[in-house]
């Protein structure tokens, strides 16, 4: 049972930064494709930045790209979302996951964090 635990969330200004971490219990972190998702009420959980295990290749949806950055620290068990230049929109539940593949489709993870709350707000 992998068990995944998100912390960094919090009141940001808009143009401010926040980095969110992700550290899993699982044997063997290192072999873990990682995502990152959103979600708001009301609305479907949305795909924020994925890693391949390799920690080589990511991948973010155009409405953060070049704003967010996905990592893993190995030695760490960690994950992290460095986000910048945040905006009003951004705000929600932030969760981490563990996928069977690199992917942007929420049914390809199978093990989800609590998630952490950001709001960007001034």
């Known amino acids: 049972q992998v068990q995944l635990v998100e912390s960094g969330g919090g009141l940001v200004q808009p143009g401010g930064s926040l980095r969110l971490s992700c550290t899993t219990s699982?044997?063997?972190?290192?072999?873990?494709?990682m995502g990152w998702f959103r979600q708001t009420s009301g609305k479907e959980r949305e795909f924020v930045a994925a890693?391949?295990?390799?920690?080589?290749?990511?991948r973010y949806p155009d409405s953060v790209k070049g704003r967010f950055t996905i990592s893993k620290d190995n030695a760490k068990n960690t994950v992290y979302l460095q986000m910048n230049s945040l905006k009003p929109e951004d705000t929600a539940v932030y969760y981490c996951?563990?996928?069977?593949?690199?992917?942007?489709?929420?049914?390809?993870?199978?093990?989800w964090g609590q998630g952490t709350q950001v709001t960007v707000s001034s």
């Open positions: 996951a563990v996928g069977d593949s690199f992917s942007s489709n929420r049914n390809d993870y199978n093990y």
């Open positions: 890693i391949a295990w390799t920690g080589r290749l990511t």
């Open positions: 699982g044997p063997a972190f290192r072999n873990y494709n």
